[in-house]
């Protein structure tokens, strides 16, 4: 019986910490954040700061705008800067 009850507990702990696992790798590996850490974050801890001076323009407008300023600003590889925007887009858009 106390096998049984065992079983009966640990197989839902078990797809619960595997589903929190995967949970959180997914939000590591969103690779705008990846490339952030790795082009911008030595000099901007957070994009907070930064991201105010763009709050105000149009979703299209802030888009151009942080294309054209980050071309020339830390991420030249367009993949790399599409992501970083679109990370910015979706995380630290703030009014
Ligand atoms: C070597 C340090 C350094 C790195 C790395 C760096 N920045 Fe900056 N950034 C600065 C400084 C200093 C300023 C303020 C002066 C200026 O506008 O150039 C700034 C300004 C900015 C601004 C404000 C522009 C404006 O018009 O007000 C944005 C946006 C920005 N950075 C984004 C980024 C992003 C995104 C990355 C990574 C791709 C990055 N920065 C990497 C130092 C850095």
Not at 24 to 38: I, K, L, M, N, V
Request: proline fraction near 4%; aromatic fraction near 6%.
């Amino acid at each position: 019986m106390r096998i049984v009850f065992a079983a009966l507990v640990a197989v839902p702990l078990i797809a619960l910490a595997s589903t929190l696992a995967t949970g959180q790798q997914s939000r590591a590996a969103d690779p705008g954040e990846t490339a952030y850490q790795e082009a911008c974050a030595s000099c901007h801890r957070t994009p907070t700061r930064f991201m105010r001076r763009f709050v105000d323009l149009s979703q299209a407008e802030r888009q151009v705008a942080l294309d054209d300023f980050l071309k020339t600003h830390h991420a030249e590889d367009p993949g790399k800067r599409a992501a970083i925007i679109a990370w910015l887009e979706a995380n630290h858009v703030r009014r």
